[in-house]
């Protein structure tokens, strides 16, 4: 059973590729060495029939080396070089024509032919037209160049379902044979068939940073990278020509070349129909890069600041609720791009946007007007409440410019504001300042003065809001907190508060922002309208943008010349943001939260009884903290080991923050996973 859903589970990973090569051309040259022994070549043309019948088109280039050097040692005649380059004269010739297109080429016809497929060897045909060659000036004999494709010849063979089978031999219109290089010959007819792919097979593993480590492989090699690969000799020797014809294919239109061990059983299809691979694969520099997991985690170590306790993990490629890591490593995200990515990974609209708006306009500064901020600023209204909206590019520069707002607003003569214990509010000195974790700021002090913090949810601390009070800043979910909910009875008794002393009510919407919690805001739940309020993370779809909002009657406060931000509000990320709007209430993504959120909580309270770790569950929405009563970071470690992320705060609040399109089926499958982690904890 295992083993019947592991074969399906390759076919189903193939399908997709099988769909965009279909009816390409996929050029596969092999060397002599594949020849030496009979179950490598028929591995080879298995794979070859397997290909034509899954809808591509493969020709197959091949070489003969063996062959033609025991044939010419049967018949006494010795190897001649001139500079180091074979001489083919007359009797050479015949032999290597006799070798290729005789004895190998009918060879491969008759063995594609015993697993079903269909082939024809080309060279009889004008094919491949060449003429003489002469490199600087020197007599090589009947060594050729090719001067043309005949492409028809190849397009006939392929559309009656064959798989056309050339040998390096060229013909000229007299009809003498030349020899040519088979490399080259491979790369031109790829060029010529606009092929998908080029594929060498040899009997290297591929391109290694080191030849004395098997971990070194380069599985993906950009085409600008050859020539500095070259010159510190990481390609070296024979390699140079293959890896140069590589080049040559991808500059002339062909979309990908790989480089891979013939010998290996299946290497032509696990090259073609798994995202990694198994050699090396020749890229244009549209292409990532394609490091190694631990390539890039030592640049990091050498190179980036080591500010984050990142996970091992490195991640080019994500989608929904799934992201994939360079070791093709499919992961369920529970917590997408710690709450930025809130209406999934890449969502189309967002996608579709950004890929419109860069045609058009990357940056203008803000002493111009650009469309999409102020459509923007009308969607943000549109949803909440007559507000104007200042732009930047995070949640600590949007709660800097709230702090400054209530400051600037009661021009310098209240300066205190008023922040919850636990909070967070960013990283920014001004931001953490606010942020009451005493544990944040103290190797950061002095930090900026004005700021008290009281207990979260307790209604009596509330006296601490005072006529010398600017403004009130609060999360009504903490979220790095631990999920803690305010309750109605403390938000009415908050607000009562402040209107009474002409205080701002400020709301840090960051994380609980954009539908998060079943409402577009979070203060919607309370039914009040703050003063100010922040937002980021979601907002973006992905991008950098945060804004803070404001009564018009408060904003006006923010004269020229009080805040700005360079970067702020630019058109790339307005546009996703519109994207974002568009696409929660287009797919009716709060809709959505409401169903989620009853089948989380009921799977997660049933959780909750089965396993006593479990000590609590607190949030709203797709805001949920689980608190557990063992080590909540070994948890979510195990979780990432076994396909799923879930993100752990305070020690032991383990935080699920699934993007609010998730489905259904989706939380089944990462809650499933969940518990297999819990019952081992237990
Ligand atoms: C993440 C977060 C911030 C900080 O946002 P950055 O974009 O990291 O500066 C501020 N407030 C809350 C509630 C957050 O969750």
């Known amino acids: 059973m295992q083993e019947a859903i592991f074969k399906s589970s390759v076919l ?22 594949v020849f030496t022994q009979d179950e490598h070549l028929h591995n080879v043309l298995q794979d070859l029939v397997f290909m034509r019948q899954a809808g591509m088109r493969p020709v197959l280039v091949h070489g003969g080396g063996p062959f033609i050097n025991k044939a010419m040692q049967d018949k006494g005649i010795k190897p001649k070089f001139i500079n180091g ?98 490399d080259i010959a491979a790369w031109k007819i790829a060029a010529d068939l606009k092929a998908e792919k080029l594929v060498f097979l040899s009997n290297i593993k591929g391109i290694m940073r080191d030849m004395h480590n098997d971990d070194s492989l380069i599985s993906t090699m950009r085409v600008e990278r050859i020539a500095e690969y070259i010159n510190n000799g990481t390609i070296s020797g024979g390699m140079i020509p293959k890896v140069k014809a590589a080049e040559n294919a991808i500059r002339s239109g062909v979309h990908k070349t790989h480089i891979v061990d013939g010998r290996l ?76 990515s809130g209406i999934g990974y890449n969502h189309d609209k967002v996608v579709e946007a950004l890929h419109r708006q860069t045609d058009e306009l990357l940056h203008i500064g803000n002493n111009f007007h650009m469309e999409a901020q102020a459509i923007l600023a009308k969607l943000i209204a549109q949803h909440s409440y007559p507000v104007k909206s200042f732009f930047c590019n995070s949640g600590a520069e949007a709660n800097e410019a709230a702090i400054k707002l209530a400051r600037i607003y009661h021009q310098g003569k209240r300066n205190k504001i008023i922040t919850t214990i636990g909070s967070f509010h960013g990283r920014t000195l001004g931001s953490l300042s606010a942020t009451g974790q005493e544990s944040l700021q103290k190797e950061f002090t002095p930090i900026v003065p004005g700021f008290t913090y009281i207990p979260f949810n307790d209604i009596d601390a509330l006296k601490e809001i005072d006529q010398n009070t600017a403004a009130v800043m609060i999360e009504l979910i903490q979220g790095e907190g631990g999920i803690n909910v305010a309750t109605e009875k403390y938000v009415k008794k908050l607000q009562e508060t402040c209107q009474k ?101 009921k799977k997660l309270q049933s959780l909750k009884s089965k396993y006593n770790i479990i000590t609590d569950l607190r949030g709203k929405g797709v805001m949920i903290g689980i608190q557990v009563a063992k080590n909540g970071m070994q948890i979510m470690q195990d979780c990432l080991k076994a396909g799923l992320i879930i993100n752990c705060t305070k020690g032991d609040t383990l935080r699920m923050l699934p993007a609010i399109n998730i489905t259904p089926a989706e939380i089944d499958e990462g809650l499933a996973i969940f518990e297999t982690i819990l019952e081992k904890h237990q």
Request: contains cysteine; glycine residues 12%; hydrophobic residues 40%.
């Open 12 to 33: 189903v990973e193939a399908l997709p590729y099988m769909q965009s090569f279909h009816n390409k051309y996929v050029v596969v040259k092999f060397g002599g060495s």
């Open 85 to 182: 380059q074979r001489v083919t004269d007359k009797a050479t010739l015949n032999i290597v024509s006799d070798v290729l297109i005789g004895h190998v080429g009918e060879r491969i016809v008759k063995i594609i032919e015993s697993f079903g497929g269909k082939a024809k060897t080309v060279n009889r045909e004008l094919a491949i037209v060449a003429e003489k060659h002469m490199p600087e000036g020197v007599d090589l004999g009947f060594v050729g160049k090719i001067s043309q494709i005949k492409h028809d010849i190849f397009e006939e063979i392929s559309n009656n379902g064959g798989i056309p089978v050339v040998s390096p031999l060229g013909m000229d219109i007299t009809g003498q044979l030349y020899n040519i290089n088979g």
């Open 501 to 601: 002393n002409g205080v701002l009510l400020i709301i840090d919407e960051v994380q609980t922002g954009m539908g998060r919690t079943g409402k577009y805001f979070s203060f919607q739940h309370f039914d009040i309208k703050p003063d100010i309020f922040t937002l980021a993370k979601s907002l973006g779809g992905g991008m950098a943008i945060g804004s803070m909002s404001a009564k018009p009657e408060i904003s006006a406060a923010l004269v020229p010349g009080t805040h700005g931000s360079t970067f702020g509000g630019n058109p790339m990320a307005c546009r996703a943001g519109i994207a974002v709007f568009e696409a929660i209430d287009e797919e009716k993504m709060l809709d959505n939260v409401a169903d989620i959120q009853k089948l989380m909580l």
């Open 265 to 340: 059983r299946h290497a032509l299809l696990l090259e073609i129909f798994s995202e990694k691979g198994v050699g090396t694969q020749i890229i244009k520099s549209t292409d990532p890069e394609g490091y190694a997991t631990s390539e890039t985690l030592k640049l990091y170590d050498e190179f980036v600041i080591g500010n984050y306790g990142r996970l091992p993990v490195v991640i080019n490629k994500a989608k929904g609720s799934r992201i994939w890591d360079v070791e093709n490593k499919s992961y369920l995200d529970f917590f997408p791009g710690f709450a930025v």
